[in-house]
Structures are given as C-alpha cells and as structure tokens.
C-alpha cells in the first residue's frame, strides 16, 4: 500500500504512505535538494517528476503562480515545487530529479 518515491540524483528510493509530504520525505532520507522559503514562495525547490505525477496532490494557487511567475521560461510540464506537493496514491512510483 506504499509508493515509492527515487530521489534520481541522490539515488535515493522510499516507500511511505500516501499522504507524506516530498519535502518530509526529502528531509527524512537525506537528499541534498535545496529548499529556501519552505511555503512555495521563492521557487527554490524545484523538482522534474519524471514520472509519477499522478501519484502526486494538484498543484497549489501558489505553486502554479511561482511556476509561472518567478520560474518562467525555466520550467517544463513536469515541474513541480517541492514544499507543496504530496503523496495521495498507493502502489505507485515517483521519480524527483533536481
Ligand atoms: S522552498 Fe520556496 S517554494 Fe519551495
């Protein structure tokens, strides 16, 4: 009933319950993904969900206007901020890169 979440560039793998944060799960396995503002803000925990996304929440109003805003022209379909996502589905995997 777990989900895996790979951390690709640490080439970390966990398995947690839906409904744990990325960012708890980032701080738990010791993954050196930077966070700044930790209330999606700022935009420094952006992250490529190579795959996976539908094991994720949906995008919160201040993630999409970070993404937007203070990241445009640098992002992709695939990113997500960190801080304000999390694990809503069992049995799936999720791959992070940074
Ligand atoms: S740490 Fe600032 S947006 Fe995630």
Redesign the pocket.
């Known amino acids: 009933m777990r989900t895996r979440v790979e951390i690709m560039n640490d080439f970390l793998a966990i398995n947690v319950e839906p409904g744990k944060t990325i960012q708890d799960i980032v701080e738990a396995s010791g993954s050196a993904l930077p966070?700044?503002?930790?209330?999606?803000?700022?935009?420094?925990?952006v992250v490529s969900i190579e795959q996976g996304m539908e094991y994720l929440s949906p995008m919160t109003a201040k993630e999409v206007k970070?993404l937007k805003e203070v990241l445009a022209g640098t992002t992709t379909e695939k990113s997500r901020?960190?801080?304000?996502m999390k694990v809503v589905k069992p049995n799936g995997l999720i791959r992070i890169k940074y």
């Open positions: 966070f700044g503002c930790r209330d999606g803000e700022c935009g420094t925990c970070v901020l960190s801080c304000q």
